[in-house]
């Protein structure tokens, strides 16, 4: 219960996070799941095509600061954590969902994409912190 919980209120909070990261991830998929996730995804987006979800011009920059907004609401709960991860010294749950969307944006993107530059130096590089941390696990 606690872990949907979480999901509940991490979801919305970063959920500009998908017209970046769908189209994207769609281009490296292998083409027999290209057509199963355009399919989907594009329902999901009421209709409209990939090429046509990500936000350009002004309203990009208005997009990503409600990603970035998304993240500091984030920040401020480990802010709250008696160690590195939300939970104290060992990773939870929690810990590994957000790391899971940021491996996302890392992999997609690319190390050197401005989207991973900008996202892992946010909240004085916390999440690139995070997922530096978390690599024991993999």
Do not use: C
Request: hydrophobic share 45%; glycine share 8%.
């Amino acid at each position: 219960a606690l872990q949907h919980a979480f999901n509940d209120s991490f979801v919305p909070h970063l959920f500009a996070i998908w017209q970046y990261l769908i189209p994207a991830l769609h281009a490296v998929l292998n083409p027999a799941s290209q057509d199963y996730f355009r399919r989907t995804r594009e329902k999901v987006f009421g209709g409209k095509k990939l090429e046509d979800i990500t936000p350009t011009g002004d309203v990009d920059r208005e997009e990503w600061d409600k990603l970035k907004a998304g993240f500091d609401v984030i920040n401020a709960w480990w802010e709250k954590a008696e160690g590195p991860f939300l939970l104290g010294e060992k990773p939870a749950f929690v810990d590994f969902a957000v790391a899971a969307l940021l491996q996302n944006v890392k992999q997609v993107f690319g190390i050197r994409s401005s989207q991973w530059k900008d996202i892992s130096s946010w909240n004085g590089g916390r999440w690139g912190e995070l997922v530096t941390r978390l690599q024991e696990y993999e």
